[in-house]
């Protein structure tokens, strides 16, 4: 049997709302402000039926290119079979959040720039790349009130 | 009585929701306040203001606020316990006082924004429709909406004159007469010198005077303290007609002297012992115990 074709087939839990946060939608999800060029995360709430993204878009991260009076336009990457389609969707303020994945690029660029900045002015060079955690060096380790234990395995037992 | 289940267990508990916290106390009315916070999106960080008036028991409270994340922000707020200084002395939640606070809002915001001489309002208090327009080449006249909280809106209530106060005062506050004393629903008509009278304190006068005539006992007992203050159902227009004046003359805050207090420790629990602190502790207690039992073996 060939699958039904209704518009929300298969969202029983991704639109559910959560345990103890049915009802109305506190205030401060209509006082946030999207511009345009910012990256969102689109999450479907299933209290508002109006402006729903499509199930498909329910955890998808986009950039906003058009702002309306109560909804945004998301371009939002999809991918059909071998190419990549950036599609359009309006989407109510309600179904999308900031994201945050633009946060620690955004905070980073800030902190490189103050820091080249103070390097200039101090005359010192300044290592701006990531660098990821290199193992520990070498270093003594206290055994006062941390004897080591010795650790053998046990004798084989035979158990019947 | 039979076995009945006991409806509040602790499953009901686990799984009971509850409503938003000003709900639960029954101050807010959420799916007003929605409307009148919900900013369009194109319009970004444009605040919307509004004029938030509520009555306690013996005081009103009107104040400009506009939304943030954070919480409300108040850009300007008037009492009607400030009144008094406008010569207001009684009658401090009356439909009078209403108007009066509004009025003093307006011009202390439009003081405050640099506004005051380009809005000026309504001098003239006749009751009547009235709306403020933009001025040409100016900055534009302060707009925002009124928010009346859980009150109920009836014809005659105080919240619109405390509206009618403002928008005399020089807010542009989007209206219409319906709401207020003198407008007749039958005939769709509306009177504007009922609705100067409410303003001017003119019902309470009648009253003043009604009592009088029909019973001089409980007139007295009444309106005891108008009488003491020396204000009869003639004077009373004369009142607010002068403190309107007062209040377009300076309506600036009174700053009150904020005295510097000293910092004040709270503190519920003993404060912990230092390492010497305890040292010396444990040395005492352990010399007093050697003594005693020194002493005892002798």
Redesign the interface.
């Known amino acids: 049997m060939v699958n039904t074709k209704g518009y929300r087939r298969g969202t029983r839990y991704m639109f559910a709302r959560k345990f ?5 939608e ?3 999800t ?6 345009i060029g910012e990256y969102v995360d689109v999450k479907g709430n299933g209290a508002i039926q109006k402006g729903m993204p499509f199930k498909f878009y329910h955890g998808k991260t986009g950039r906003v290119y058009n ?6 336009g998301v371009i939002v990457n999809k991918r059909v079979r071998t190419r990549i389609i950036p599609k359009k969707i309006n989407v109510r ?1 309600e179904h999308v959040h900031h994201s945050k994945c633009r946060q620690d690029f955004v905070t980073r660029v800030k902190d490189n720039d103050a820091r080249r900045k103070a390097a200039r002015e101090s005359g010192h060079s300044v290592e701006l790349k990531r660098r990821p955690v290199e193992p520990r060096k070498a270093h003594f380790v206290k055994t006062a009130k941390n004897k080591p234990q010795l650790v053998e395995p046990l004798a084989y037992e035979f158990v019947a | 009585m039979g076995m009945v289940k006991v409806v509040k267990n602790k499953q009901y508990f686990k ?3 509850v ?2 916290r000003r709900r639960r106390e029954g101050k807010t009315d ?2 007003a ?2 409307g009148l ?6 319009k ?2 444009t605040p919307k203001y509004r004029l938030v008036v509520r009555f306690t028991n013996k005081d009103i409270i009107a104040q400009i606020v506009y ?3 954070e919480g409300d922000k108040v850009l300007c707020s008037a009492y009607a316990h400030e009144l008094p200084r406008f010569g207001i002395k009684l009658g401090l939640t009356n439909y009078a006082a209403a108007y009066a606070t509004g009025l003093l809002l307006a011009r202390r915001l439009l003081k405050q924004l640099k506004l005051d001489k380009i809005y000026e309002g309504t001098t003239d208090v006749t009751g009547e429709e009235s709306h403020v327009e933009d001025v040409a080449g100016k900055p534009g006249a302060f707009k925002c909406f009124l928010d009346v909280g859980l009150g109920r809106t009836t014809t005659g209530s105080k919240v619109f004159a405390c509206m009618k106060g403002a928008v005399d005062g020089g807010l542009n506050i989007p209206h219409s007469n319906r709401r207020f004393p003198g407008y007749d629903s039958e005939s769709k008509k509306f009177d504007a010198e009922i609705h100067r009278k409410h303003i001017m304190g003119g019902h309470v006068g009648n009253y003043m005077k009604e009592l009088q005539d029909a019973d001089e006992e409980a007139y007295k007992k009444q309106f005891s303290r108008y009488l003491a203050a020396g204000v009869t159902s003639e004077t009373i227009e004369g009142v607010y007609k002068s403190a309107h004046d007062n209040i377009r003359a300076n309506p600036a805050p009174e700053k009150k002297e904020q005295k510097p207090k000293p910092p004040k420790n709270k503190r519920w629990n003993r404060k912990k012992l230092s390492h010497a602190e305890v040292a010396n502790r444990i040395a005492q207690k352990k010399k007093a115990v050697l003594a005693k039992v020194g002493g005892g073996d002798e």
């Open positions: 103890r946060h049915h009802g109305p506190h205030l401060s209509y006082l946030k402000v999207f511009k702002v309306t009076k109560r909804a945004v303020i | 799984r009971f929701q409503k938003l959420y799916q306040r929605k916070i919900q900013q369009d999106k194109n970004y960080n939304a943030k994340i």
